[in-house]
């Protein structure tokens, strides 16, 4: 399978080349050039599937002419070590747990298939992952490529705006992850670590790679959980709706991809806080980048969205299409809190801040619509990973699951950076 560049189709790479640049030369996302359609029957046996076969079957189908049968089963079963279970909350209203892996939240599955994908089409050569992070990518990614061999992770995130926890699990890793401090907010470690990788002059000194949801390894595995989901979903279930909390928009395009391949998902909500660039867009404004505003959901903390002309791409350059299919909307810091209070109340269930507001583009979807739909929004992280707006959101002590408190033991380190690229180019550089 080739790989073309969003900006320009006639630009298009192998698989390896895809993986290991990240991002195409001309700044481009990565795309896979077709999406392998399952037939509909191969979707309804998936109800008598494991998660795992789940894997082999649509990771197959995406990556058998480039890997072998035991490498695509070595990538699935290092990558899905754990359970994504739909639990169902209200009528009609599922929520996807997507918090059980290590570190607590969705990046878990990216992070384990990247490395493990990089791994296996590395060999030998000696390569930095260079990460830029609002909080839950730095701990997902440091987890995922934690003692891997020849691979360096460098790890740039805005100082005081990621939760204590978040920071705890990239910064007291130490080996062969190092995390750098910076003196901004997440869009500008996200402009530096692009200019890095479009750097002649790194280029030639240093194989650089991007570990962020523009790397197709990341992205790609996050359809997974999406056909794992649907086939969970009651037998006689109604028409299918996804929200999605979302913030680089990686995740929700990963949905996306899975309905391209065939998963019968009629609708998406698209569900942000107030950073609502694409909200606005899939309501018919032009797509304008902003300066990102600070939340509760601090990771969809996103002024420009990096996984935006995925979305375009995926509907081949449709807009039309493209809004049809999906619904924006976007939530308050209040509105959210209120949707955890009022759900916990009803129903006992606590959700994060991050999930909430999916919770809510979910409800209000179902509010507009006479048809019988079967709703699911992604939580995608563990409550306990923003304990401190759960508990002062409820009022009540969050317990914190054990492998989240091992890291808090931990002894933060981490290198100071002025927000300016040539203070991190030289970093490279002297460290390299
Ligand atoms: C990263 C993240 C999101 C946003 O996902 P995108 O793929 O960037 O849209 C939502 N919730 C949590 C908890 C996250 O860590």
Redesign the pocket.
């Known amino acids: 399978m080739r790989y073309f560049s969003t900006n320009d189709r006639r630009h298009s790479v192998s698989l390896q080349e895809a993986v290991i640049k990240g991002l195409a030369p001309d700044q481009g996302l990565y795309m896979p050039e077709r999406m392998p359609l399952l037939a509909p029957e191969r979707i309804a046996r998936m109800r008598d599937m494991s998660f795992r076969e789940i894997g082999y079957e649509v990771i197959g189908a995406l990556f058998s002419e480039d890997l072998s049968v035991a490498q695509i089963t070595d990538l699935v079963d290092h990558t899905l070590q754990f359970d994504a279970p739909i639990v169902q909350i209200e009528d009609h209203i599922f929520s996807l747990e997507l918090?059980h892996g290590p570190t607590l939240?969705?990046?878990d599955f990216g992070a384990r298939f990247c490395s493990k994908l990089m791994s296996l089409l590395l060999d030998n050569q000696k390569v930095r992952v260079l990460v830029a992070t609002?909080?839950?990518?730095g701990s997902?990614v440091a987890n995922g490529f934690f003692g891997i061999d020849g691979v360096e992770v460098v790890i740039l995130y805005p100082s005081g705006k990621v939760s204590e926890l978040q920071e705890k699990q990239f910064t007291t890793l130490g080996g062969n992850v190092v995390a750098l401090e910076v003196d901004g907010v997440f869009d500008d470690c996200q402009r530096m670590v692009k200019e890095a990788f479009l750097d002649p002059e790194l280029q030639q000194s240093m194989l650089l790679t991007s570990a962020n949801?523009i790397n197709i390894a990341r992205w790609i595995p996050?359809c997974l959980y999406y056909f794992y989901a649907v086939s969970r979903l009651p037998q006689d279930h109604g028409k299918v709706v996804f929200s999605?909390?979302?913030?680089?928009?990686?995740?929700?395009?990963?949905g996306m991809l899975a309905e391209r391949m065939g998963l019968p998902i009629h609708t998406f909500v698209a569900a942000t806080n107030v950073n609502k660039v694409v909200p606005d867009y899939l309501g018919g404004s032009p797509f304008t980048p902003k300066s990102s505003i600070q939340t509760i959901?601090n990771?969809?903390d996103?002024g420009n969205?990096?996984?935006f002309y995925r979305l375009l791409a995926l509907y081949d350059g449709d807009e039309k299409v493209l809004r049809e299919k999906v619904k924006g909307c976007y939530y308050t810091d209040e509105e959210t809190r209120k949707a955890m209070v009022a759900v916990k109340h009803s129903t006992g269930y606590v959700m994060?801040p991050?999930?909430a507001v999916a919770y809510l583009g979910l409800k209000d979807f179902l509010a507009s619509q006479s048809e019988r739909f079967d709703g699911i929004f992604?939580e995608?992280?563990h409550p306990g990973?923003?304990r401190d707006v759960v508990e002062a959101t409820l009022g009540d002590k969050i317990n914190l699951p054990s492998r989240l408190l091992e890291f808090m033991k931990g002894e933060k380190k981490t290198i100071p950076l002025a927000n300016d690229y040539t203070k991190f180019k030289e970093f490279l550089i002297r460290t390299h």
């Open positions: 918090f939240a969705f990046k609002s909080g839950d990518t997902a949801s996050q999605v909390p979302s913030g680089n928009f990686g995740n929700i395009a990963a959901s990771s969809m996103v969205p990096s996984n994060d991050h999930g992604l995608t992280a990973k923003f």
